[in-house]
């Protein structure tokens, strides 16, 4: 199952309980024979009761470097480039910059930075030219069990030119799991055409950031995630949205979840 939905902050639930405990120890050392032990409580301590999340680097902050240019997701610690080359955008970066960078202009969902892939290009290749990269994930998934996975996607609009300015909204972006790193592109080809998670609904927004949710049972025991778009182009949906752009859809991404907790 899954759902979109517009989101600038994701919510978390909490529970406070007393945790403050002093211990007091009490001897009669002459006697030898008493031991008055007191435990009080006197605090209040708040917590917040969040789901672990499985994905490493989840929101892209931590580089091997900086980017100096664009098609440098792998900078990304951890993640690797699976089809063509995503960019990766931080706040540290002239070039490849948030929150103005070359496809657009927008604040991170979580933290300094995101990345930028393109999911459709509208070509009469056999799946259309397709950015997605992958990470590996602390410990393979439980079969049986329930995941619940998310990530965060808001369609560019350019500004410098007609070249980054994508002319397509469409579907289908999501989250597949996997047990194999498949690094190279031509795994990718042909597409799968299914992911675990996908937006069914075309994403249009271009200035808030639309969350991606669903659930799913781990049939395998997964240790690799990937995020994109895995359906090739005959099976995206797409409407025009800019006639001025070029023949592709290119979206932002950011604060990927995986957990077994809503």
């Known amino acids: 199952t899954a759902k979109t939905t517009q989101s600038k902050a994701s919510s978390q639930t909490w529970a406070s309980f007393r945790c403050a405990c002093v211990i ?54 951890g993640w690797f480039q699976c089809m063509a080359s995503a960019d990766l955008y931080n706040v540290c970066s002239d070039t490849a910059g948030v929150p103005q960078n070359l496809f657009g202009n927008q604040s991170p969902a979580d ?7 393109t999911v459709f290009t509208n070509c009469e290749c056999p799946s259309g030219t397709h950015e997605n990269v992958g990470i590996r994930l602390p410990f393979a998934l ?18 410098v030119s007609y070249q980054t ?5 469409v579907n289908g972006l999501g989250i ?11 795994l990718w080809d042909p597409l799968p055409n299914r992911a675990h998670v996908f ?18 049972v781990a049939d395998s025991a997964y240790q690799w ?9 005959d099976s995206t949906a797409h ?24």
């Open 225 to 233: 995630l990937y995020i994109g778009n895995f359906f090739s182009d």
């Open 142 to 159: 439980q079969v049986g069990t329930v995941y619940w996975a998310s990530l965060k996607v808001s369609r560019t609009a350019g500004y």
């Open 24 to 77: 007091f120890l009490a001897s009669n050392f002459s006697a030898m024979k008493k031991l008055a032990v007191l435990i009080s409580v006197v605090g209040v301590c708040p917590i917040f009761s969040v789901a672990q999340n499985l994905v490493p680097n989840p929101s892209f902050e931590e580089y091997v470097n900086c980017p100096n240019d664009y098609g440098q997701a792998a900078w990304a610690t």
């Open 199 to 216: 937006s069914e609904a075309i994403i249009t927004d271009t200035v808030d950031w639309v969350t991606i949710s669903g659930s799913f």
């Open 165 to 169: 300015r994508s002319k397509y909204a």
């Open 176 to 186: 597949l799991c996997g047990m194999d790193s498949l690094g190279l592109a031509s």
């Open 111 to 117: 933290g300094d930075g995101y990345i930028g892939m």
């Open 239 to 262: 409407v025009l949205v800019d006639p001025e752009g070029d023949e592709f859809s290119h979206y932002f991404v950011d604060d990927v979840c995986l957990s077994t907790q809503q």
